[in-house]
């Protein structure tokens, strides 16, 4: 069978574009198919590190960076702020439209924009991919990365049961007093509902600011025009975008022998933080790694043995974190370990899993016996859990029996 190209993509977001970027540069044709005009406006908070960003990528980011971070601020217990340093790396602000246009023109990929797939079939020799106008497209393999209402995962048979964290966002313009109130310093919000979390994301000439909460939360709008209106942001007359962001299901399928789903329409947001542009890049590259390395049978192990894996624990560290959060907060917002775990978490640096063990390190070693604490972490690390807690123990010793 002569197809159009070796692999299509269907979806020009992080997951879509980072798979065309990889694909390219191993050698595929690929044909990348965008449902929207680009650029596009796209509801998202827009916090991105830019270390992980050079690990992933070969080329520079500094034309899309719409404002840099310097320090980061934290509300909780009905006003009390705690504002750290934040290093260079850490959080940048991008616009997505300005971010998806320049991550695609990157890669290299050919590009078609305005094309909704309607249907998907696959055969042992390839993948067909159909528009609403009749028209058909072959390839090798197909990548459904086209959102959190993939068409590529219902026809492929790959839908799914999901957990959804809900969002609504807004870009606010500059007035003088926010400019000078915000700068460049995010804030985040813990208030109500207690399943999520508000922000203030300063931008070059707006505040991009939301609410998101784990689960179904009735009255989120209202939640957020009264947190915002309660830290001088007025809402009236701004439009007001609400989405779905799905988050893990480790008992999902996400490929088929020719079709693999990622980003959103696997289904990858990280549940504790609700970051989804991070783990759809990453997933974006192990989607062209298997193609690549003629092992699509296996990503969706992959994605488990990954991704999966680590958002299984963020869904554990947000169930522990959750009904306990003020106290969690007032304990944790003032001491630097807690701000410096939160800023590792943010840079990608390191996982939620990490950062729960080194905080049940910092809180517990105090008040439990070394071989008690080192035994629940085992539980889920495995790997020089004792050697962890004794070294913060004892500091100075090499190591333990």
Known sequence: MNHTCDVIIAGGGPAGATAACCLQRGGKRVLVLEKEKLPRYKA???????????????????????????????????????????RPDVMAMVMRDKFDAYLLQQSGAEVQTGCRVTD?????????????DGARLTADYLIGADGAN??????????????????????????????????????????????????????????????????????????????MQGHGISLA??????????????????????IILAGDAA???????????????RSGQIAAEAILNDTVKAYTARIRATLGKYNLYSLLLWKVFNPLRDICLALGAPNPFTSDAILDLLSGRQS???????????LWTKFLPIEISAAFIELFQGENAKQIFYRKKYPGRKSVD
């Open 44 to 86: 998202c908070g827009g916090g991105l590190s830019q270390t992980f960003l050079a690990e992933v990528f070969p080329f520079s980011f500094d034309d899309v960076i719409d404002a840099r971070v310097d320090t980061i601020s934290y509300e909780y217990n009905n006003g009390v702020q705690s504002t750290v340093p934040c």
């Open 120 to 132: 998907v079939r696959e055969t042992p020799d390839g993948v067909t991919v159909e528009f609403a």
């Open 150 to 227: 993939s068409i590529v995962r219902r026809k492929a048979g790959l839908h799914q049961k999901q957990v959804l964290i809900g969002a609504i966002e807004a870009e606010v313009p500059f007035s003088n007093e926010l400019r000078a109130g915000y700068g460049n310093t995010p804030l985040f919000i813990f208030d109500r509902p207690r399943s999520g979390y508000s922000w203030v994301f300063p931008k070059t000439d707006h505040l991009s600011v939301g609410i998101g909460a784990l689960g179904h939360v009735r009255d989120l709008r209202e939640h957020l025009e009264r947190i």
């Open 237 to 258: 007359g701004i439009p007001l975008h609400g989405h779905s962001i799905p988050v893990y299901n480790p008992a999902a399928r996400l490929n088929t022998a020719r």
């Open 267 to 281: 289904g990858l947001a990280d549940p504790f933080s609700g970051e989804g542009i991070r783990p759809a890049i």
């Open 352 to 362: 939620s899993l990490d950062v729960a063990v080194k905080s049940f390190v910092t």
